[in-house]
């Protein structure tokens, strides 16, 4: 099955931008400046971002550090990652991209600041999810923020129809739980979860700290 689903990206990464931009008209990528002013994020930090796809969040967080900290993007689909950093040089963006499973990742243990995930978090399988989840936790410093973003149920009728469509492809009744309400969810691993309406009304940030006396003792995910 995870052989398909990273084919299915594979193939998807060629008009992934354009799909995207048609759902938020967010030519100008101001979710992401959003969703990243709203991480905290400052110069001599690091952030990683899930599911990177094609680099949006990573590449405008790039921009945002200009060399001054680390920004890594994470995905299993070679076809997402070669166009992520096809984008990154033509921007002369400094961003490591890396192969592998979000429910894996490769990072020792209190690494990063920040980790994001955008628009991606509700389409993982509920075991993908928990281990990726898990692996948030695991990677972020004590105190560390994880911030996800996700659509809101869109209004235009067209839009909407396709959004159902896609929620019910997804099968398990705790995947379409989780695109109703992430909060029950991440509550499990973070703490101060909360919710946030983007402006405009489109998508939904979903937020939550690493406990400071969290004892994520393993260094790696084997």
Known sequence: MKRWRRLYYDIFSSFYDRIIALHSRDRSLSLRKYLLDKSGIAEGQRLLDLCTGTGAVAIAAGRMLNGRGMVVGADFSTGMLKRAKN?????????????????????????????????AMYELDPATRSGTLSEARRVLVPGGRFLMMEHMEPRTPFIRFLYRLRLASMGSAENKDFARDERPFLAHFFQDVKLELVPGGKSKIVSGRKPHDANDSRLTHS
């Open 87 to 119: 984008k990154a040089l033509q921007n002369s963006i400094k961003v490591d991209f890396v192969l592998c499973d979000t429910a894996h990742l490769p990072f020792v243990s209190g690494q990063f600041h920040v980790v994001t995930c955008s628009h």
